[in-house]
């Protein structure tokens, strides 16, 4: 059959890639050099992969070539950082946001009546707009009124560089002033609730025409909308009072579980983000589709802009979660349990004479949350009825919306999971990698290039690709700080480390002149 | 088009173009004059406004080189390159190394950022038929940021001057920017003009039309019998000619050739003059160069740290609501004007045509 | 009378910036079959389009069951018991047989439900039931394609050109099986074949330049030589 034949052909060619590589591994190294080796490209690879497959899964369904893919990575691990390190920000945050959101969700309540009132032609035209600037008027205000406890990257003392130093000795806690609560806080509130309403009702303004939902529907809807307003107004006032108890709380847990919380609200705020990009400055551009690549250009842009004016310039570290950050006794520890006891930072293998040092945080847990990540986005796409809609879609989206399917709601679910993967893999790369301005772009690139190696809009691609990216890199800087024989040249040539994105990047180009399509991608 | 033998006519439909140039042209003496210089004290290249001002033409000009150059591939022929910053570039360091490093002259220059041109478009062809739409992207993004990493490493810093820049290349006295500025922007103005002259024939001539035609619909021109290869083909070389051109330009003018104008970042700036100008239109690259320009500088006098905030924000704004630039948004009104003014005629029963 | 279960008045549709539709106005009995014939480019598939919301109509209304559907969104057309099955056998490829009938499940259970009678009148899905949807052949695509307009409770069913492509025998097998499912449903149909039309439609609507020209009974048309060849070309 000439499909197997196709897919043996692209696997034959990853093994002998591979077998190669191996060979070639071996050959040259000690055996505890190239398992080091191996276990970071997996690391590469596994962070590669996060920002990968949420960006091909992306442009499969909906053609969007999200070039600000790179820059949501970036700034998934600056929110996580700052959840993390400040989690009295993050706390702070909470009830404005809430607010806001609360105020919005409100938009179905205001359709129904909007019907009932008769406005003159005009005036219905221009007054959403004018709610619209109300919106952004009071929501500036507001948000200008309510006090956050946050750093300033100007001054060196309170800068970010200084938290995380303080992080890492436990000063965290002590160098807090909390910031005031109080009536004009309370006020900020509800002028951000107020223009949350605002913006809801605008829209719903804006949305008139686009045609009425049935009245069982659209009652459904409004119980929907009040309840959840209610709760989240609720949960909001809960929090901003119970503002310092909870800040004491979180800066009390382990280090460890404090992670978690910044991989889980990075994550969410990646997937925020994403439907917020999607369904207000994306979706308008479906017909133009050139301009959507400037428009997601321009968004990398503002994105990183906005990142040097929140953080600064320069880049700081991401301090290591208790677990993985041990290094007195017992340590390096020589088992996963001696780990577990000891909470160590690296872990001592042991090859014949050789004993490598494997550190746990880069090359075990990050391999590992990228396994996970691959099997469970691979069984979303497979086994339940949204990846099986994704999979349809990325074929016909039109004729998944004729079989009666909201594909611009599955549209901006899967935006929310593409950003959503690439926040993870931003906080994940914030212990390892550390943070800094230029990381979105690098990143963005290395993905570019495996999914040009895989095969663009092809899960397995996204993954054979990241792998592969992540094997040359390491292995190339690993031959640099070796020695590379070359015929013409007296001592070993040692590579400085740009040339290491070059190499991969032409090996991108040879294999798109070969294999347009890539490894796993179909034949257009 | 219809072109006219009487030259009236021609001059009337040119009256906008050369009402532009000889403004340009006499804009370095205007502005001496409003800041109290004499005509001789401008000729003699004088320090002051009028010696700014001219400074900023000259690269609002090699900026509109390379957008108009930019235009041709994507917004005329439609081939969706991100490499274009490394047409430029490739012109830039060429110029500097080969006058630097390897002591030749001027003409001597010329000849090889010409050939290197060539050469580059040649590299994007050997790709062209096999890739498209976003591959073709991506490979033109790959070669472009394999050019740039290597003129920042290490190994070549002795002739690049790696992250710092290309420095201290030495300027032939004849067109040298300090002492001979008012030389130089007139060399810069007459050749954008003689650039956009040139393209506005290519567009025009047979060879362009089939550009534009594979633009709209690739595969309609291949069965009408085009060997659409040759055609983009043709459209890359002149592209990266110019391109190199500008960047000959480029290195000089500046005091340092900056590894910035080899990054993808340099050919989102194009992109973004395409925008503002409207792609497609080639005079809109040309505005869309100025218009970038002075909003780049008067933005970062203004605002200073905020002023790239705020043009990320305009490129949003722009593409949003203005995708075909002001130019192109210009000239649809223009065209319903026409209309709305043929329809009129037609009501009254007078000839309107169509 | 009863009110016809679709109603197209008048409508007009622009693709891009071409005028496609000028004026077609379309009804459907509840119960029956009509068939749109009209030469290539007529306007015959951005009827059934424009019906569904695909390419909204700008000017003109759509009735169904009563109400006014022009101008919602296409899901939500569809999800009022509106099946469509699309020309050139528009199956999703990268799908099993089975996951191609689920996905157009608009309530859990609705292919279990209509399984019996599904794979009655294609017995051949059954057999092909894991397969992946690109090893189909071309008959078995459009059974496929047709089936999957069956699985949730449609009122109405659009059918594009059901016998384009196939092989003599394979155009009976589906005639039969959309003559034994317009027992239970209405359909409007597409097709260019005026056998397969004639022997299938009992009404028929022609469309000529995006303007529906003649409609009548099925039968008195078989015999008007002059209109099949004015407006079919076809003898």
């Known amino acids: ?524 | 088009m219809p072109t006219s033998s009487s030259p009236r006519t021609w001059l009337r439909s040119q009256l906008g173009l050369i009402l532009i140039v000889l403004a340009l042209a006499a804009l370095p003496f205007v502005i001496g004059l409003l800041n109290g210089q004499s005509i001789s004290d401008v000729l003699a290249n004088a320090k002051g406004n009028a010696k700014f001002i001219q400074g900023l033409m000259i690269e609002v000009f090699i900026l509109a080189i390379f957008a108009i150059s930019y235009d041709l591939i994507l917004g005329i022929t439609g081939l969706l390159s991100f490499g274009h910053a490394m047409f430029f570039a490739v012109g830039s360091y060429l110029t500097g190394v080969a006058l630097k490093s390897f002591g030749w002259s001027l003409g001597q220059t010329i000849l090889a950022v010409l050939a290197a041109g060539v050469i580059q478009a040649l590299l994007f062809g050997i790709v062209l038929p096999r890739v498209k739409g976003i591959t073709f992207a991506l490979v033109t993004l790959g070669l472009a940021s394999v050019f740039d990493i290597l003129i920042k490493t290490r190994e070549l810093g002795e002739y690049t001057g790696s992250d710092v820049g290309l420095q201290g290349i030495p300027r032939p006295p004849i067109l040298d920017p300090t002492d001979q500025r008012l030389r130089f922007y007139f060399v810069a103005l007459a050749f954008t003009l003689l650039v956009f002259l040139l393209y506005k024939r290519f567009v025009d001539s047979p060879t362009g039309r089939v550009c534009i035609a594979i633009r709209e619909n690739e595969n309609r021109a291949r069965m009408l019998g085009y060997n659409t290869f040759y055609f983009k083909l043709a459209a890359l070389t002149l592209s990266s000619l110019t391109a190199a051109m500008a960047g000959l330009l480029n290195a000089l003018y500046k005091p340092i050739v900056s590894p910035e104008i080899a990054g993808l970042g340099f050919t989102v700036d194009g992109l973004l003059m395409l925008l503002i100008g409207g792609m497609g239109t080639l005079s809109g690259a040309m505005v869309g160069a100025g218009i970038f320009r002075l909003l780049d500088f008067y933005f970062d006098r203004w605002f200073g740290e905020a002023s790239s905030f705020l043009i990320g924000g305009l490129y949003v704004l722009l593409v949003l609501f203005v995708p075909y630039g002001f130019v192109g948004a210009w000239r649809a009104r223009a065209l319903d004007f026409r209309r709305g003014r043929a329809r009129l005629l037609h009501l009254f029963g007078g000839r309107g045509g169509d | 009378m009863l009110s016809p279960l679709l109603s197209v008045q008048a409508i007009h549709t622009f693709i891009g910036q071409f005028h496609i539709l000028e004026g077609v106005s379309v009804e459907v009995p509840a119960g029956s079959i009509v068939a749109l014939l009209g030469r290539n480019g007529a306007g015959k598939t951005t009827t059934l389009k424009s019906i569904l919301g695909l390419t909204p109509p700008r000017q003109g209304k759509v009735l169904f069951d009563g109400q006014e559907i022009q101008g919602r969104r296409s899901f939500e057309i569809a999800a009022l018991g509106i099946g469509f099955v699309p020309e050139h056998r528009a199956i999703f490829r990268d799908l099993s047989v089975e996951e191609n009938l689920k996905i157009a499940e608009r309530n859990k259970g609705d292919l279990e439900r209509k399984a019996d009678f599904i794979f009655g009148l294609f017995p051949d899905l059954k057999r092909l039931i894991k397969l992946p949807g690109t090893n189909l052949s071309g008959g078995q695509q459009q059974m496929l394609a047709v089936a999957r307009a069956l699985v949730p409770d449609n009122k109405l069913l659009l059918i594009d050109e059901p016998s384009e492509g196939l092989a003599p025998v394979i155009i009976e097998s589906m005639m039969e099986a959309i003559r034994q499912l317009s027992a239970d449903s209405t359909v409007l149909l597409v097709e260019q074949n005026f056998l397969v039309a004639s022997r299938l439609a009992e009404t028929y609507v022609i469309i000529e330049e995006g303007r529906s020209v003649k409609s009548g009974s099925m039968k008195d048309l078989v015999d008007d030589k002059e209109t099949i060849y004015r407006y079919l070309g076809a003898a």
């Open chain 1, 1 to 524: 059959m000439p499909t197997a034949l196709r897919k043996n052909r692209t696997q034959l060619i990853i093994l002998a890639i591979l077998a190669l590589l191996l060979f070639m591994a071996i050959q040259g190294m000690s055996t505890k050099d190239w398992v080091v080796t191996l276990l970071r490209a997996l690391s590469v690879g596994a962070i590669t992969f996060l920002v990968a497959s949420g960006f091909s899964i992306i442009l499969g369904l909906m053609d969007v070539l999200n070039l600000a893919h790179g820059t949501l990575f970036m700034i998934g691990a600056y929110v996580g950082w700052s959840a993390y390190v400040r989690p009295d920000t993050l706390i702070d945050l909470l009830p404005p946001l809430a607010l806001l959101l609360a105020g919005f969700l409100l938009g179905p309540i205001w359709s129904n009546w909007l019907e009932r009132l008769a406005w003159g032609s005009r005036r219905r035209h221009l007054w959403p707009w004018a709610g619209l600037i109300l919106a952004l008027a009071l929501l500036w205000i507001a948000a200008g009124k309510f006090p956050v406890a946050i750093w300033h990257a100007q001054e060196y003392t309170d800068s970010p560089i200084v938290w995380a130093q303080n992080f890492e000795r436990g000063l965290v806690a002590e160098s807090l002033t909390p910031a005031p609560r109080g009536g004009p806080a309370l006020l900020a509130l509800v002028g951000l609730l107020l223009a949350g309403v605002a913006a809801s009702l605008s829209l719903a303004g804006l949305r008139r025409r686009a045609g009425q939902m049935s009245g069982q529907v659209a009652a459904a809807a409004r119980r929907r909308a009040l309840i959840g307003c209610a709760l989240l107004a609720g949960l909001g006032l809960l929090i901003f009072l119970f503002d310092d108890t909870l800040t004491r709380f979180l800066l009390g847990l382990d280090t460890t579980l404090l992670f978690l919380i910044a991989i889980i609200v990075a994550t969410l705020a990646g997937a925020s983000l994403g439907a917020l990009m999607e369904s207000t400055l994306i979706r308008p551009l479906y017909e133009r589709p050139i301009y959507q690549i400037m428009l997601t250009f321009g968004l990398a842009f503002i994105g990183t802009e906005l990142v040097r004016a929140v953080w600064g310039r320069t880049g700081f570290t991401m301090p290591r979660p208790s677990l993985f950050a041990g290094t007195g006794d017992g340590c390096p520890a020589a088992s996963i349990g001696g780990w577990f006891t000891h909470k160590c930072s690296t872990i001592l293998l042991t090859f014949g004479e050789d004993t490598a040092r494997i550190r746990t945080y880069n090359e075990i847990f990050v391999i590992i949350v990228g396994l996970i990540v691959l099997v469970a986005v691979w069984l979303l796409l497979q086994r339940t009825r949204l990846g099986m809609i994704i999979r349809a879609g990325v074929q016909d989206s039109e004729m998944v919306e004729a079989l009666g399917i909201n594909v611009r709601r599955v549209f901006t679910l899967v935006f929310a999971l593409g950003v959503g993967l690439a926040a993870l893999g931003g906080v994940l790369a914030g212990p390892s990698m550390g943070l800094s301005d230029a990381m979105g772009a690098n990143l963005l690139l290395g993905a570019l290039i495996a999914l040009a190696i895989g095969g663009l809009t092809s899960y397995p691609g996204a993954a054979a690709g990241s792998l592969l990216v992540g094997l040359l890199q390491q292995f190339i800087i690993k031959y640099g700080q070796i020695g590379i024989n070359l015929p013409f040249l007296d001592a070993p040539f040692k590579p400085s480390p740009p040339l290491v994105p070059a190499s991969t990047i032409l090996l991108m180009v040879i294999i798109l002149l070969l294999m347009p399509q890539g490894l796993f991608g179909r034949r257009e």
